[in-house]
């Protein structure tokens, strides 16, 4: 008999071969997938806040430096005071808390 074909051995270690491969593999690329939607999600943050900006130059001055400011509270009252006054009302927000809701 002359059978010209591969042995249930050489398939079996030739699918072994491709699963580690396989396995080294798929976690970078993963990654590489994981970075670039977070990427991309961060672009279009970007693009709504820098939206936001704009909307409030039109309706406060372009002069950034004749905004209002807190001068004094911590960090968090600062910039809380300035989303409330300049970003949150030129975006689509469907619920805002103050405090916890």
């Known amino acids: 008999m002359n059978y010209k074909g591969f042995t249930l051995a050489e398939v079996l270690i ?53 905004w209002e400011f807190l001068e004094t509270g911590n960090n968090l009252d600062r910039s809380m005071f300035f989303a409330e006054k300049y970003l949150i009302p030129n975006l689509k927000v469907s619920e805002y808390c103050k405090k916890k809701c």
Do not use: H, R
Not at 25 to 47: G, N
């Open 14 to 66: 030739t699918l072994g071969i491709i699963g580690v491969v396989a396995a080294m593999t798929l976690p970078s690329l993963i990654q590489k997938q994981q970075k670039k939607a977070f990427l991309s999600q961060a672009k279009v943050v970007y693009s709504i806040l820098n939206n936001a900006i704009e909307a409030a130059k039109v309706k406060y001055g372009t002069d950034i430096d004749n």
